[in-house]
């Protein structure tokens, strides 16, 4: 029997080892909420098509390298009247008969004064800008996302702390009522311990409607309902300061990634307007085949030729030289954004420091005021018994451990998503350097298989299909 109860034992402690596991998988992990907000959002897909939109100005402007081939061909039917006089034998006739053309033209450009050049240039820049735009639209969506986690953890929090202390003011309440019956306490020690149950019945209503809102947020990133979160380890890279971050915010931002790229591609825009003063060069190929074009000659006329023609526009009105004026100021216009770009960077990641700094004070001084009044309200309570104490004193104390308790999860909150800003600020709040449970978008898949693309239509959904397909997270 004795044997029986320790293998009874050993199995209930076995299987209660199990049991934080088993909790922890009904938990939705920040990870895992990032996942489920990355596969299906539509201003990410939005982005994502744009990319590839692009993609096609690289193929458009290398399409200059290569010939050009067309056809052309013509039906109809020729009527001529010939009439003679003195000096001409061919008697007065009319001519009428099918006249049928067709013909090729190859042309291969051999130089464009160097615009092919500054069009691949201007738009590969574009690309990169797209790319780096894309990946700034992906760090948002995961930094709203991450928000709406954080949001939701922490009203929810506050919102158990606010039921808890309603609860304890019930219970005030009725000790109040019924000590005041005996003559213990009076009618205002009841009416105190009232007023201070209906304020917090109305601010347990109102933490209700603001817990509502932010579950009402996450589903619509994240795509679906927070039943219950795991609260998340977030910290900033072992050694990292200020320093590091201004510098990444500087320099590796998306958001100056790509205000640098778009620099560089007016630049090259300037360049590709001077082109058009230049003449430009082509081998030209023709072959064109006549039927019954002539009463004289009325068979088959066949002609090909080839020649190197050579057009040099002298002079348009001034159009040209106004579009490199524009591209001019253009260029002024976009350096001018991108330092406008790193100064809100800047600013981002100064602020995001500064916010964690505050929280991580906050949150030492949080504790240790949870702690200090936990313990001064247990005491007030014990005296309030022997009478040392009145009921507003108790009352006052535990509003003191209930602004300290709400207080600490807000500061836990602002933590955390400080660290959320700072890795978004030095481009870290990525699907691929958070190592996501899932297959990051490719951008150079699209760009790969189109720079180079001689003919085809292709199909857009391929690309969205085949990448939602690859997620390999566990709340697909």
Aim: glycine share 6%.
């Amino acid at each position: 029997m004795m044997r029986y109860f320790r293998l009874t034992g050993f199995l209930l402690g076995l299987m209660g080892s199990f049991l934080p596991e088993a909790h922890a998988e009904n938990s939705m992990t920040l990870e895992q909420a990032w996942v489920l907000a990355y596969q299906d959002n539509p201003s990410l897909e939005a982005e994502r098509a744009r990319l590839r939109a692009l993609d096609e100005k690289v193929a458009q402007a290398s399409s200059h390298w290569r010939p050009s081939i067309s056809l052309n061909g013509g039906v109809g039917r020729n009527w001529q009247h010939l009439s003679s006089d003195s000096n001409n034998f061919v008697p007065t006739s009319d001519f009428a008969r099918n006249g049928d053309t067709y013909g090729a033209q190859f042309k291969q450009p051999l130089f464009r004064g160097f615009q092919t050049l500054s069009e691949t240039e201007e738009a590969e820049k574009q690309v990169l800008a797209g790319r780096a735009r894309l990946q700034s639209t992906e760090q948002q969506l995961l930094l709203d996302a991450g928000k709406a986690f954080l949001d939701t953890l922490r009203d929810e929090e506050v919102l158990q702390i606010y039921r808890d202390e309603e609860i304890i003011l019930q219970k005030k309440v009725e000790e109040t009522t019924v000590r005041a019956k005996i003559g213990d306490l009076s009618q205002t020690d009841v009416r105190q311990a009232q007023t201070r149950l209906s304020k917090a019945e109305v601010t347990r209503q109102q933490a209700e409607i603001t817990f509502a809102s932010d579950r009402a947020s996450f589903a619509r990133l994240v795509g679906a309902e927070p039943e219950k979160l795991s609260v998340p380890q977030l910290a900033i890279t072992k050694g990292q300061n200020i320093g590091d971050i201004l510098q990444a915010a500087d320099t590796v931002n998306p958001s100056v990634v790509s205000a640098q790229y778009i620099m560089e591609a007016a630049k090259a825009d300037i360049d590709l307007n001077k082109g058009s003063l230049l003449p430009e060069i082509d081998l030209v190929g023709t072959s064109s085949n006549a039927y019954g074009q002539n009463a004289t000659y009325p068979g088959r006329s066949i002609t090909n030729q080839v020649m190197v023609q050579a057009t040099w526009q002298l002079y348009d009105g001034g159009s040209s030289y106004s579009k490199i004026r524009e591209a001019r100021q253009t260029v002024t216009q976009h350096r001018m954004e991108l330092e406008d770009a790193r100064h809100k960077s800047h600013e981002m990641g100064q602020n995001a420091w500064q916010a964690l700094q505050s929280a991580e004070a906050s949150i030492k001084s949080d504790q240790e005021e949870v702690t200090a009044a936990a313990e001064a309200a247990q005491g007030v309570r014990a005296e309030a018994h022997v009478g040392s104490r009145t009921t507003l004193d108790v009352l006052n104390a535990e509003q003191e451990l209930l602004d300290a308790k709400v207080d600490l999860a807000k500061a836990t909150h602002d933590r955390d998503y400080a660290v959320l800003e700072i890795k978004s600020t030095m481009g870290e709040l990525t699907a691929d350097k958070l190592k996501l449970q899932l297959e990051p978008y490719n951008p150079e898949k699209h760009y790969s298989a189109n720079k180079g693309k001689l003919i085809g239509l292709g199909d857009d959904d391929d690309y969205v299909v085949s990448d939602k397909n690859k997620l390999t997270g566990k709340n697909n």
